[in-house]
């Protein structure tokens, strides 16, 4: 009989890669999501494996509901949290609540269940602006946004739950996500949707700003590699290139192959506070490498054109508030 995994903000941007591809490679695959009273399940709503996965809309923060979510799960992979950086300098407590006591909820509802398996996901937000590079799992926390000090939390209360009472868990660390459907509040939508309207010059952050992107199929492929791997309980494991590129660079290669929009420029409402400003990020995949059969496949080239010929098709299904920052 085929697993039972439960993905908890499964109705989001990876998550609902995540559900697909875990029903593609046979699993039974139980979506949990934020309740709402249309029953909308974001962007599983049309996917055409809606009918092969189970939903179950509940609230993260609600212990019950966590608990008979995962209740006949073998495995519970927890994406749910509020990962909007902007919004973690206006509403603190929100992400305390979402992403620390949610993550309690899942580690203590899969501790009383005896889950064979909990996945944690991580950000690599937590490390703040690289103080070497490349950055291994070793590499000094420093957590420069409200976002990231939930995501330490929650981290280190996951690693306590293995230390104290032995569960299953591993934390998968996530550097930057890309590909289709993520919010156009994240930087390669923001440019692509821009230059797609053919906005002169397109509105960006800081464009010194350098990160690690995975394309999503990719990190879906990380996180099944993670799941099959029997070394690393208890441990934390980035998922990155390890290769890095400026928004500067990432624009003009947008530009490039969009060729509407001809230029950028810094748009202030964009800059995060000074010192919360996280520089540099590159991770070092030598941990993934050694432990899981993983590589990344999809080069960023090749990512951008993905995701260009995905929202060119798609971009209706964005409200126009979401270009606001
Ligand atoms: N996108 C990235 O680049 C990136 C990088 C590193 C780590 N991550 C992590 O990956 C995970 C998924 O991120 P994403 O980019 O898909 O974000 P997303 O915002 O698209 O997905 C998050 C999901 O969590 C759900 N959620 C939020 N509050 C909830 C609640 N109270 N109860 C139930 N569900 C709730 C949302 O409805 C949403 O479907 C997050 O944990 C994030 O920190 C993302």
Redesign the pocket.
């Known amino acids: 009989m085929s697993k039972k995994i439960l993905i908890?903000?499964?109705?989001?941007?990876?998550?609902s890669h995540l559900s697909e591809f875990f029903v593609k490679k046979g699993f039974s695959v139980v979506a949990?999501?934020?309740y709402n009273p249309t029953n909308d399940f974001?962007w599983l709503q049309n996917s055409q494996y809606k009918k092969d996965i189970e939903f179950i809309l509940?609230?993260?923060?609600d212990y019950d509901s966590v608990y008979k979510a995962i209740q006949g799960s073998e495995i519970c992979i927890h994406?749910?949290?509020?990962?909007g950086i902007p919004y973690s300098y206006i509403s603190p407590l929100a992400y305390l609540k979402?992403n620390v006591e949610?993550t309690y909820n899942v580690l203590e509802a899969t501790k009383n269940l005896n889950t064979e398996q909990v996945i944690i996901?991580?950000?690599?937000?937590i490390y703040g602006s690289s103080q070497y590079n490349p950055m291994d799992e070793l590499h000094p926390i420093n957590a420069q946004s409200p976002y990231a000090a939930s995501?330490v939390a929650a981290d280190q209360l996951s690693l306590s739950y293995y230390k104290s009472f032995n569960l299953p868990i591993k934390i998968a660390r996530?550097?930057?996500?890309?590909g289709p459907r993520?919010?156009l509040r994240?930087v390669i939508p923001s440019i692509i949707s821009q230059c797609i309207n053919n906005i002169n010059p397109i509105k960006i952050g800081n464009i010194e700003s350098e990160r690690d992107f995975t394309y999503v199929s990719d990190t879906c492929e990380s996180f099944n590699c993670i799941l099959e791997s029997s070394k690393l309980f208890g441990e934390i494991v980035n998922i990155g290139t390890g290769k890095n590129i400026s928004i500067k660079n990432l624009a003009e290669l947008i530009i490039e192959k969009i060729e509407k929009s001809k230029s950028f420029s810094v748009d202030q409402n964009r800059l995060r506070p000074e010192k919360s400003e996280v520089s540099s990020l590159l991770a070092s995949t030598s941990k993934i490498y050694t432990n899981t059969k993983w590589k990344s496949k999809i080069s960023i080239s090749e990512g951008i054109d993905k995701t260009i010929y995905w929202m060119e098709e798609n971009l209706n299904k964005f409200k126009s508030s979401n270009y606001i920052v």
């Not at 994406?79 to 990962?83: N, P």
């Not at 996530?174 to 890309?178: A, D, K």
Request: proline content about 3%; some cysteine; charged content about 15%.
């Open positions: 908890t903000g499964a109705c989001g941007f990876f998550g949990f999501d934020r974001g509940g609230d993260i923060r994406l749910a949290a509020l990962i979402t949610g996901t991580s950000t690599s937000e995501k996530p550097f930057n996500i890309y993520q919010s994240a």
